[in-house]
C-alpha cells in the first residue's frame, strides 16, 4: 500500500531521516518507534506531503505521491494527533465532517457517516453530535479525533502519538477502538509513538528508528526476540524482553489437558495476563476457559519455558 524508498529529509543542512525504505501492506497497522528527534514524525509527515522530501520516493497504491497535488492528496489520507486537533468553534458533527464536505458529498451521506462514526466509536449521535470539543472529556475528544480522521472512508490513516496525553485508563480504551475499528474497515495505519509497550500491542510490524535512521523494521516476535541494535534493546527496557514476549502470545496456545483449582483465566488473555494471575494467587497452575467452559489448564512452567525464548 505504501512503498517508501531512500526517504530523506534535510533541515538546515541537518539531515532528519536518512534514507528509510520500507513497506506498509495494505490492511496492516506499521508503528514507527524510538525517541525524541529520531525523525518519526518527519518521516509520518512526509507520506502525506505536509513534510517535502529532500531525496527518496513515497508511492501509495503503485502510484507515486507527487502525482497529485498536495491538498489532493491529504483529503485521501486520513490524519490524526496527540490532542486530537478538534476545530473548537465546530461542534462535533462539523468537525468530522470536514473532509467529507470538502470532497462534496451528500448532506444525507455525511451525516449517516457521522452518525455512523460516533456509534462506532460508542459515542450516542443523539447526544453528542452537537457538543462543542469543550464539553468533552479528554478520551471522547481523542474518539472524535479519530473519527473525523477516519470520516471521509481514507485508505490510509497516519496517526502521530494519537493517545499521548491520555492517562493509562483512557490511553488503553482508545488503543482497543483502534484495533476494533481497523479490524473491520481493514485501514492501512501508520501510527507514531515514544511507547514500545503501545509499539507491541498495536503494530503488525514495528519500525524503530535512531537518529533519522531505521534500525530494524520487523513484526513484534521478531523485535522483541532478536532486536538487531544496541538500541532496540534499549528501547525494549532491561529485564522486560521475557514479559514482552509473554504479552504477544494468547493463553490457548499454551493450555494443556487437565483441570487446576480457583478462577479460570480466558483462553484470548496474553500469557503475561496469566503469570501475574498465578504469582498472585500463588497457584502453579490456572484452569482455561473459553465461552464460559473449561477446556484445560495452563502450567507457570509453561510459562516459564515461553518466556526464555522463541521456539
Known amino acids: 500500500m505504501?512503498?517508501?524508498?531512500?526517504l530523506s529529509r534535510l533541515y538546515a543542512g541537518r539531515t532528519a531521516v536518512d534514507r528509510v525504505s520500507m513497506d506498509v501492506e495494505r490492511g496492516e497497522i506499521a508503528v514507527v518507534v524510538g525517541t525524541s528527534g529520531s525523525g518519526k514524525t518527519?518521516?509520518?509527515r512526509m507520506i502525506n506531503r505536509l513534510v517535502e522530501p529532500s531525496a527518496g520516493t513515497v508511492r501509495i497504491d503503485g502510484r507515486d505521491h507527487r502525482d497529485l497535488p498536495a491538498h489532493a492528496l491529504r483529503r485521501g489520507i486520513g490524519y490524526a494527533i496527540q490532542g486530537h486537533g478538534l476545530f473548537p468553534h465546530?461542534?462535533?458533527?462539523e468537525n468530522i465532517a470536514t473532509v467529507p464536505g470538502l470532497l462534496g458529498w451528500e448532506r444525507s451521506r455525511i451525516d449517516a457517516r457521522v452518525d455512523g462514526l460516533l456509534a462506532q466509536f460508542g459515542l450516542d449521535p443523539a447526544e453528542f453530535r452537537d457538543r462543542m470539543p469543550r464539553e468533552l472529556s479528554g478520551g471522547q475528544q481523542q474518539r472524535v479525533g479519530v473519527a473525523r480522521a477516519l470520516a471521509a472512508e481514507p485508505a490510509i490513516l497516519l496517526m502521530d502519538e494519537p493517545f499521548?496525553?491520555?492517562?493509562?485508563?483512557?490511553r488503553a480504551k482508545a488503543q482497543a477502538d483502534l484495533l476494533a475499528i481497523q479490524a473491520s474497515t481493514g485501514t492501512t495505519i501508520v501510527l507514531v509513538t515514544h511507547d514500545m509497550d503501545e509499539a507491541i500491542r498495536l503494530g503488525s510490524r514495528i519500525a524503530v528508528m535512531d537518529a533519522g535512521r531505521?534500525?530494524?523494521?520487523?513484526?513484534?516476535?521478531?523485535?522483541v526476540a532478536r532486536p538487531a541494535a544496541p538500541f532496540v534493546e534499549a528501547l525494549l527496557g532491561p529485564g522486560e524482553r521475557a514479559f514482552r514476549l509473554l504479552a504477544l502470545a494468547r493463553v490457548e496456545e499454551e493450555t494443556e489437558p487437565g483441570t487446576a483449582p480457583g478462577t479460570p483465566v480466558a483462553a484470548e488473555a496474553t500469557l503475561r495476563e496469566a503469570l501475574a494471575e498465578s504469582l498472585w494467587s500463588g497457584r502453579e497452575a490456572l484452569p482455561v476457559s473459553r465461552g464460559g467452559s473449561l477446556i484445560g489448564r495452563i502450567t507457570r512452567a509453561a510459562l516459564a519455558r515461553r518466556a526464555a525464548g522463541p521456539r
Not at 505504501?2 to 531512500?6: D, G, H, L, V, Y
Not at 499521548?164 to 483512557?170: E, F, I, K, R, Y
Request: aromatic letters at 4%; charged letters at 20%.
Open 2 to 6: 505504501i512503498e517508501i524508498r531512500a
Open 42 to 44: 518527519t518521516l509520518l
Open 90 to 93: 465546530r461542534t462535533v458533527a
Open 164 to 170: 499521548g496525553a491520555l492517562d493509562p485508563v483512557l
Open 214 to 223: 531505521l534500525v530494524q523494521y520487523a513484526r513484534p516476535a521478531e523485535i
